[in-house]
Structure formats: C-alpha cells, structure tokens
C-alpha cells in the first residue's frame, strides 16, 4: 500500500473512530502513532510519541488560548448576558418576534467578548428561553433563535477556533479577527431576517411585546458601554499595533476579570470555580493539540496533503468549485463532529490545496470557520442543539430541530455572499 493510501485510509479511521464516540484527541493520537509505526518509521513514531506532547504545546503563541478562555468564563460570570438582552430588547422587544432578534443581538455581543459558542448558547439560553416563553414565544423559534445566535461567538473576535487556525496556518491573528467582523456582523443580521420572515408568515409564533420609552432605553445603555470598550481595546490594540495577540488576550483577561469583580459577580467561590472551568477548557483544548500533532506528524509522513496539492493545483478545476466541493465536505461533517475538532482535524490536511489554489488564507480562514457554524446547529449531532435543550426544562430535541432550518439557510446565503464577494472578508492589511 502506498504512503498516500495509507494517510487516506488512516484519515478515514479516524472519523470512524470519532463517530463511534472515541475522544478526538485519542482517535487522532492512536490513528496517527499507528500510522507512522505501519509506514515503516518505527524509530518517527518513538520520537514523536516522547517530543509531541510537549512541543505541540509550549510554544508562547499558544498562551492566547488559555487567556481567552479565562477572559470568555469572566465575561460569563459578569452577569454581562442579561445587560445586553435588555438592552437589545429594548430597542426591538416591541417588533412581533422581538425578543428573538434581541437573542440572536445579544449572542452576537456576548460571542465578541466570550469566543465560544457553547458557552454563548448557555449563558444567553438561561436568560432568554424563560423570558421567550414567558411572552408565549413557540419553543421552536426560541430555541433555534439560541442555538443560531450562539454559533455568531465562533466567528466574531475574539474567537478561539480562529486563534488555532491562525497557529495551524501560521495566519496572522489580528488580520483573521478584522477579517470575520463584517462576515460576523452578516450573519447576525440574516439570522434577524430569518427570525422577522418566519414570524411575517406565522405570527402565531411570536406576540409583539410592550414599546419601552428612551428614558429607559438610554438608561440600559449605559450599562453596557464597558463591553464595546473591551471589544475596542483588544481588537482595536491588535489592529494599531498597541499589542500582540497574546497581550490583547491578556488585556481582555484583564478588563473581564474587572467588569465581573465591578458588577458584584465574584467572590472566593466564584473564583474557584472560574479557575477550574478555565483550567478544564483549556486542557481539552491542549489535549486535542495532542492528538492533531501525532495525526498531522502521520500525515506529512505519507505525504497525502502535498499529493492531494499537487492533484488539485496541477488539474484544470475552477478554485471556486474546489472551494465550494471543500465547504460541502465541511457541513457534512459538521454532522458528526464539533467545530473545533473539524479545524484540528482537516485544516493540515487542506491548508496546502488552499495555498496550492492560491487562496487568501484569511479568507479561506473565515470561510472554514463560518461552514463549522453550520455544524453547530446542524442535526443530528449538532452541539448547539443539546446545550439549548438542557437550559429549558421539557424542551424536546425535535422541537429545536423544526426550528432550525432558517437560520440554516440563513449561513448557506452568507457563505454564498463571502464566496462571491471575497472582499467582504477585510483584513484591513
């Protein structure tokens, strides 16, 4: 069997592996030990195996993952969630299907200061789904306007999953975090005309609510001011130069750890578990770096991703067809798998067509983050599907289903806009 075959054959395993429940980072570790021990390098996978752990891991430039997960759990226990739910629904709670768009507002916001979308779906679902239902919302349309909304926190910065892709890649990070704004802001504003289309032809699904007064809302909005200055201050010092992606992270750190200990949120308690969330999310995160670095090491042995280069590069295939066959392979496997899995997974594999094709690797970045939203919210294993169903006591899984398809079509029309206008992606580099 030739190297190649062997990487494509190992490739494969590992997704079966994964889709029968095995740990990521254990279905890549195993598959890729055992890859490089059957192509013959018996003596590479004993190197690996005692260097990888360590050297996947150490560099500086991954200290911006754990200070982004620590600044996302401050944010999270800053009570920043309901603030910007009220203010948004002030605004808009009015409109027939308000509170819907004021969810997938307030997702968007807190995914710019939080970069996960799970714990998007889960902070903001404990505060909207109780107040959705209680203005007799349809549960299907509250919950599918949480689970959309909370993949916004993957693609706006800062967000983790384009932190790794940027050190898979070797991308600039602030280049990737300018670039997914204006893709970021699409997205919320297609999610909000999925949400006022549905409501226009049913309007059974969402009563309008009560007009709140200027006095009011200007009062609302003052308390919210200090998370657009913290979005400002690390995306904004990154772009000027102030900081290096690491010391942004650790600047938002910083400023989240002082609006939770401002707004009353923190205490010895609190801070234990804050420590603990960010320590357990972080060591998933290294663990699956783990894995990638044995399975990426298996890869470059048998050399598929330069073959499967030079395949495409040498054809007479359109890049746009390669890209679109490329997005298509990622929303079927958003089936199965988590987004940032996805990334860990494929993106040493296809990272080289992308150059081969000669595509822009921001862009190409922002496209294979914005398609492993899709996954998030695609049935039947999408996890976004499960985090809202466990904050809303009776919420059946087929409910959130037969809601979702909107907001699907919502991120096919975006990836089609980002594909037919590229310049949409702005670096500002």
């Not at 808009?92 to 714990?119: E, M, Q």
């Not at 200055?229 to 650790?250: D, K, N």
Request: one cysteine or more; glycine letters at 12%; aromatic letters at 10%.
């Amino acid at each position: 069997m030739s190297l190649p075959l062997i990487g494509l054959t190992g490739f494969i395993m590992t997704l079966v592996l994964i889709g029968l429940g095995f740990p990521v980072a254990i279905s890549m570790a195993v598959i890729g030990l055992a890859g490089i021990a059957l192509s013959g390098a018996l003596d590479q996978a004993a190197y690996v195996l005692s260097t990888a752990p360590f050297e996947s891991i150490f560099p500086y430039s991954f200290s911006v993952i754990p200070l982004f997960v620590l600044m996302g759990v401050f944010a999270a226990h800053a009570g920043l969630s309901r603030s910007l739910f009220d203010v948004i629904n002030a605004f808009v709670g009015h409109w027939r299907g308000g509170l819907a768009v004021s969810t997938v507002g307030a997702s968007a916001v807190f995914g710019a200061i939080c970069g996960s979308s799970l714990a998007t779906v889960a902070t903001i679902g404990r505060v909207a789904m109780p107040e959705m239902r209680r203005y007799d919302y349809d549960d299907s349309l509250s919950a599918a306007a949480v689970a959309a909304g909370g993949t916004l926190g993957v693609l706006i910065p800062p967000s983790i999953i384009l932190v790794i892709f940027g050190l898979l890649t070797q991308t600039s990070i602030g280049a990737l975090f300018m670039g997914a704004i204006i893709p970021g802001i699409l997205g919320t504003v297609l999610y909000a005309l999925a949400v006022m289309l549905r409501v226009r032809r049913r309007p059974s699904l969402a009563p309008a609510g009560q007009r709140v007064d200027w006095g009011r809302r200007f009062a609302l909005l003052s308390a919210v001011w200090p998370v657009v200055l913290l979005f400002g201050l690390v995306i904004g010092g990154m772009q000027l130069g102030w900081f290096s992606p690491t010391e942004a992270a650790a600047v938002g750190a910083s400023g989240a750890f002082l609006l939770a200990l401002v707004m009353g949120g923190l205490n010895r308690g609190v801070m234990r578990g804050i420590v603990r969330e960010t320590a357990a999310l972080t060591g998933m995160i290294f663990l699956i770096l783990i894995g990638a670095a044995f399975f990426n090491f298996f890869l470059e042995t048998t050399g598929l991703p330069m073959m499967l280069a030079e395949l495409i590069g040498g054809s007479d295939i359109h890049p746009t067809l390669v890209m679109i066959l490329i997005l298509l392979f990622y929303v079927v496997l958003g089936c199965f798998m988590d987004s940032m899995s996805m990334v860990l997974l494929t993106v040493p594999l296809l990272a080289p067509v992308a150059i081969a094709m000669e595509y822009d690797m921001v862009w190409f970045g922002v496209l294979v983050v914005t398609v492993a939203e899709i996954g998030l919210i695609t049935p039947p294993v999408g996890m976004n599907l499960f985090v809202v169903q466990a904050t809303a006591p009776g919420l059946k899984q087929e409910t959130v289903i037969r809601g979702i398809l909107p907001f699907i079509t919502a991120d096919v029309l975006r990836l089609a806009l980002l594909l037919i206008f590229p310049w949409l992606v702005w670096s500002g580099l």
